[in-house]
């Protein structure tokens, strides 16, 4: 069974910081390209990292220098780094391989003074 179980989001003030985790399991993990993607309230998803199986990264325009994805392939997590968070960060975070189309359940980063 395929699960992967995203944790770390929450409540942070502009400028803050948080770091998420995506576990996996269920699936050859260190094959995959990881991402993560964001939704934000009436908006489309959007992809916001990804990472290869060889370690290399891109980043949508609106996070770079800002965000930071890597991955654990012996614990079978990718994680996301975020630094100065702007309110506009604000969204629903979900940890995806799109090779397969698996999702996660999403959380909740709220970024507000």
């Known amino acids: 069974q395929v699960q992967l179980v995203e944790s770390g989001g929450g409540l942070v003030q502009p400028g803050g910081s948080l770091r998420l985790t995506c576990a996996a399991s269920?699936?050859?993990?260190?094959?995959?390209?990881m991402n993560w993607y964001r939704q934000a309230p009436g908006k489309q998803r959007e992809l916001v990292a990804g990472?290869?199986?060889?370690?290399?990264?891109n980043y949508a325009d609106s996070v770079k220098g800002r965000f930071t994805i890597s991955r654990d392939n012996a614990k079978k997590a990718v994680y996301l780094q975020m630094n100065s968070l702007k309110p506009e960060d604000t969204a629903v975070y979900y940890c995806?391989?799109?090779?397969?189309?698996?999702w996660g359940q999403g959380t909740q980063v709220t970024v507000s003074s």
């Open positions: 995806n391989v799109r090779a397969r189309n698996y």
């Open positions: 269920g699936i050859p993990f260190s094959v995959y390209t």
């Open positions: 990472i290869t199986s060889g370690g290399t990264t």
